[in-house]
């Protein structure tokens, strides 16, 4: 699937390249994200296609829910109005898809339709046809469920708030103040997993059930002391608190992470630096080491 994804946006980027290869990517454009859905699905390849792109610049307008050709007429006369449009959409029902293509055409607007081409291949390869539902993802099923109770999970143990039944956690994240712990859960639990995440304060014990803990993932966050002194050193200056120093001062930030360090190696918990990674990337990784635990 993640093949596929990545032809998927690599077909999106060669198009746009070469139906703009003769302009100045220095203009402006204007990126109609048209959806029959909520537009999560297209929200995600354009921000994954536009940083193919060091140069373009853009504002982004999106149209959720468009299932008639009444508003699709609508978002075309807006288009006209405007240079360099282009429109993206994901639009599963067919007549209303051919139709968005037809009108863009006429009226010479760049039109890129992101699913059309993959639901067919896949509706060749499954030998079956596919049932063209909009929201069809959106369906109150057991996986849905499943995500609703992670993330219920996930902001009851949320900065070591609740301890005492992390056994039941999925995948435990562990670090010092500043290393991305809190938005790293959640994204997890986005995707269905049960995620504690447990600040390390210097002289504050862990909890006992951390080393006996054999069914939870757990992992450690580190990132580079000059980097988290001047996070820290932002966040106290919105806090306005002036009593911090500690919590600030560089010498210590590194003792901090040095013990963590210590930590983590002496109970074989694997260790992933935040610093340069976004919140996504370190997820990402987190699932692998999921996975890899899982077939031990």
Do not use: G, H, P, W
């Given at each position: 699937m993640l093949i596929i994804f990545s032809n998927l946006k690599e077909t999106c980027t060669t198009l746009i390249y070469y139906n703009f290869i003769n302009k100045d990517m220095n203009e402006k454009y204007n990126v109609y994200l048209v959806s029959d859905s909520t537009g999560e699905t297209l929200d995600r390849i354009f921000l994954s296609l536009k940083?193919?792109?060091?140069?373009?610049?853009?504002?982004?307008?999106?149209?959720?829910?468009?299932?008639t050709e009444q508003?699709?007429?609508?978002?075309i006369k807006e288009c006209n109005l405007i240079d360099n449009s282009i429109i993206l959409y994901t639009i599963v029902e067919t007549k209303l898809a051919k139709y968005l293509a037809n009108q863009s055409e006429k009226n010479s607007v760049p039109c890129f339709g992101v699913l059309g081409n993959l639901i067919l291949s896949f509706s060749k390869l499954l030998n079956q046809k596919a049932i063209h539902k909009p929201s069809a993802q959106h369906v109150l099923d057991d996986d849905y469920y499943k995500r609703m109770e992670a993330i219920q999970f996930t902001m009851i143990h949320d900065d070591g708030k609740k301890v005492d039944d992390i056994n039941d956690a999925d995948v435990i994240l562990l670090g010092v103040s500043r290393t991305s712990k809190t938005p790293t859960s959640i994204y997890l639990a986005n995707r269905g997993y049960k995620t504690v995440n447990i600040p390390l304060v210097l002289d504050q014990k862990i909890p006992k059930d951390l080393i006996t803990n054999k069914t939870s993932c757990i992992i450690g966050l580190i990132a580079d002391p000059e980097r988290l002194s001047d996070i820290r050193r932002n966040r106290v200056a919105i806090m306005k608190d002036?009593?911090?120093?500690?919590?600030?001062?560089l010498n210590s930030i590194k003792k901090e992470v040095e013990d963590s360090k210590n930590l983590f190696k002496k109970n074989n918990w694997p260790i992933i630096?935040?610093?340069?990674?976004?919140?996504?990337?370190?997820?990402?990784?987190?699932l692998k080491m999921i996975e890899i635990k899982k077939k031990r």
């Open positions: 940083s193919q792109f060091a140069n373009f610049e853009y504002e982004k307008k999106e149209f959720a829910f468009i299932r508003q699709v007429d609508k978002i002036q009593n911090l120093k500690e919590y600030t001062d630096d935040v610093t340069r990674r976004s919140v996504e990337e370190t997820a990402a990784s987190i």
